[in-house]
């Protein structure tokens, strides 16, 4: 009996709507969490007492003590000060609403909790208070109109004790701008956009095609070559030049940056960045610190090379262009300068790892949303023999292509890789769409409510290209298209990687036909994702018919 009294009480306690934050700020130290804590066990106590006689005088005294928590606790979640902090379930004390949460698939979770909650909401990620944005107007409100207050980043612990504040990803303020603005500028020199970063996709997705044909129509894991050849385009605009694949160093600073990406996403480094004194000890964040040091030794060595080799009027790639900007910095005697070894190192590694991993995942999922959907690959195939026949695709084709384009569009909407973009952080205290959100308060923009919005998009859960055609079979864009996020912090490879996947996807479909492995039929074909720091597919097959 006691127990069903308890669970009653934890039920609601659970599942009740209420406002988190003015519980927050009501108490707003963990002394007064423990010291409700403690009360809560007394009065459970008291409790157990009574209900040791079930008469019916007990029974009644028990639920007036009831109805007094309900009602103290409703008072203090609902106090008319903080009401107008965003909404969300109630916090335990020290796990907040980890019961909430699935550690494994969070953005799940908050796709589940913009349903109950709306647009603006308040999550508690153990002791971390963080408010979730969802839906398209929000998100882009937030992110656009207000870039200035939600502009800045929150990393999570482990990328603080990686990254050490430098770098282009992970950090804010002057740091972050010059790395930013550095990074931007020479990797559009260095061909971001244009026409000799075409000929780089172009000259590497023959380099792939070639390894590809190696298989023979036989069954393929798609991940290592598709990320050595991706990973070649932002080694040639940060390098100066690209590696061939079966190089060990190259083949080593891939393989781990890969794996990293999958352990970032594992529950025992979410555990970590929330309770980092508790989970030190986890063998993941070993791993990663090891990986981070392998990768960082690596980088130095290829630093030295290019040091020992720099032409100050002929820069190879942006490592290059950092070392003169370095020396003409120090030759005028700049003191605070940023352009430091250290900045440069993690620049390049955060680069590295943003240019390689997404790039790749996007494309391994076109090619299985292919091999799951024969139809719509019939018909980009189609197009694509009916437009370019044989030659070499280019960027100019695309207009030409609106079908290959509008499949490619609807890939990275549907496969949704990065469904909560990185934690953002607020600069200010803000009153946004009605709620409160105090300076510092990380958020979350839920990127994958944009892509999946259901006012925005006709079909949002089914791979449908028709998203991003209209009805004469041309291309559209559309507003809700933000994969690589929006504002201040918005994806700073995007034009890049808008190159890469068109070329070489539009290029592997003109060679290849993309099939499941024997034995696996096309409803077998899983498309559940695999939560990293992306959302990459599962380890899969595939077989690729020779179709030239
Ligand atoms: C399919 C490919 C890609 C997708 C979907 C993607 C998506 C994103 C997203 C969602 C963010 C976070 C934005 C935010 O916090 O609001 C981001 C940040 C970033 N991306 Fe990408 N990205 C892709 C490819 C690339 C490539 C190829 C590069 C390399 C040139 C790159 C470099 C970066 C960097 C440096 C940041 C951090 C920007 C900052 O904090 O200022 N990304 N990307």
């Known amino acids: 009996m006691i127990y069903s009294y308890i669970t009653q009480l934890f039920c609601h306690y659970k599942n009740r709507s209420f406002q988190p934050a003015s519980f927050h700020l009501f108490i707003d130290s963990s002394l007064a969490y423990f010291s409700i804590t403690i009360l809560c066990f007394r009065i459970m106590g008291m409790l157990y007492m009574l209900l040791q006689d079930p008469t019916s005088f007990s029974l009644f005294v028990a639920l007036l003590v009831f109805l007094l928590i309900y009602i103290t606790t409703s008072s203090i979640f609902s106090s008319p000060c903080h009401n107008k902090e965003p909404p969300g379930p109630t916090p335990l004390p020290f796990l907040g609403n980890m019961l909430h949460i699935d550690l494994k698939k969070p953005y799940k979770s908050f796709m ?24 398209y107007r929000t998100v882009k409100e937030a992110l656009v109109n207000h870039d200035d207050v939600f502009g800045d980043r929150d990393p999570m612990v482990i990328f603080k004790e990686v990254s050490q504040g430098h770098g282009v990803i992970w950090n804010n303020g002057d740091s972050w701008k010059e790395m930013r603005r550095f990074s931007l500028t020479n990797l559009r020199d260095f061909g971001m956009g244009k026409k000799a970063c075409e000929d780089k996709i172009i000259e590497e997705s023959q380099h792939l095609i070639e390894v590809i044909k190696k298989h023979k129509g036989k069954a393929f894991d798609t991940s290592q070559s598709i990320c050595y050849a991706v990973s070649n385009i932002i080694c040639s605009m940060v390098y100066g030049s690209r590696f061939e694949y079966d190089n060990p160093e190259f083949k080593s600073m891939v393989d781990r940056t890969i794996k990293s990406a999958i352990i970032y996403g594992s529950p025992s480094i979410q555990a970590y960045n929330l309770f980092p004194m508790l989970f030190k000890w986890i063998t993941n964040r070993r791993i990663i610190l090891e990986i981070n040091t392998a990768n960082k030794k690596l980088n130095s060595v290829l630093f030295s090379h290019l040091k020992e080799t ?9 490592v290059d262009a950092f070392f003169v900007q370095k020396q003409k910095e120090e030759e005028a005697g700049i003191t605070n300068s940023e352009f430091h070894e250290t900045n440069l190192v993690f620049t390049v590694m955060h680069l590295f790892a943003a240019g390689t991993e997404t790039t790749s995942t996007t494309l391994r999922w076109g090619l299985l949303f292919m091999a799951k959907f024969p139809q719509i690959q019939d018909k980009v195939q189609e197009e694509l023999r009916r437009v370019i026949g044989d030659r070499q695709v280019q960027i100019a084709d695309r207009k030409n292509l609106p079908y290959t384009d509008a499949v490619i569009h609807e890939t990275q909407r549907l496969a949704n890789i990065i469904p909560t973009a990185l934690p953002h952080k607020t600069t200010r205290d803000i009153i946004f769409q009605g709620h409160f959100i105090k300076k510092g308060t990380t958020v979350y923009p839920l990127l994958m409510s944009v892509l999946y919005d259901e006012n925005e998009w006709e079909k949002p859960h089914t791979f449908y290209p028709p998203h991003f055609l209209d009805r004469e ?53 899983d498309l559940t994702p695999q939560t990293g720091l992306s959302l990459t597919p599962l380890p899969h097959k595939l077989c690729a018919a020779s179709c030239m």
Do not use: W
Not at 112 to 135: D, I, M, R
């Open 112 to 135: 589940e909790l913009y349903k109950k909650y709306g647009s603006v909401f308040t999550v508690h990620l153990g002791p971390k208070k963080v408010v979730v944005l969802a839906g």
């Open 473 to 525: 079979g041309k291309f559209i864009k559309r507003d809700a298209f933000i994969p690589f996020s929006a504002g201040r912090r918005i994806c700073l490879g995007e034009s890049l990687t808008r190159m890469e996947l068109f070329i070489f996807f539009a290029t592997l479909l003109q060679h290849f036909r993309f099939t499941p492995a024997p034995g696996v039929s096309e409803d077998e074909l």
């Open 310 to 318: 720099l032409n100050p009027q002929m820069c190879r790639g942006l």
